[in-house]
Nanobody, 123 residues
Framework: QVQLVESGGGLVQAGGSLRLSCAAS????????MGWFRQAPGKEREFVAA????????YPVDSVKGRFTISRDNAKNTVYLQMNTLKPEDTGLYLC????????????????WGPGTQVTVSS
């Protein structure tokens, strides 16, 4: 069993930055690929970014490329999402996930979901 706890969300003006963190319990953190999804009101859940078990490969969705950076620290069992140049359309509940080691975190393969942290970007 793995438990995920996100933090770092909040209210920010357009153009601002936030850094999300996701702390994972368990001793097998480095065995998983990790990722972030977001859920906006009235919209389908959307993949944001994923990172390989080693941190050597990242998979950001096109809409966040150049603005968001996903990283991980396996010694701290933590994955991060640095979000810069935020836009109102980035608003949503950001969810951390674990997935099979060799995957890029498709939602059909997710093992565990965190409860999420809310990000609100005002215009």
């Amino acid at each position: 069993q793995v438990q995920l706890v996100e933090s770092g969300g909040g209210l920010v003006q357009a153009g601002g930055s936030l850094r999300l963190s996701c702390a994972a319990s368990g001793r097998t953190f480095s065995s998983y690929a990790m990722g972030w999804f977001r859920q906006a009101p009235g919209k389908e859940r959307e993949f944001v970014a994923a990172i390989s078990w080693s941190g050597g490969t990242t998979y950001p969705v096109d809409s966040v490329k150049g603005r968001f950076t996903i990283s991980r620290d396996n010694a701290k069992n933590t994955v991060y999402l640095q979000m810069n140049t935020l836009k109102p359309e980035d608003t949503g509940l950001y969810l951390c996930v674990t997935a099979p080691r060799g995957s890029n975190c498709p939602d059909t393969l997710v093992f565990y979901w965190g409860p999420g942290t809310q990000v609100t970007v005002s215009s």
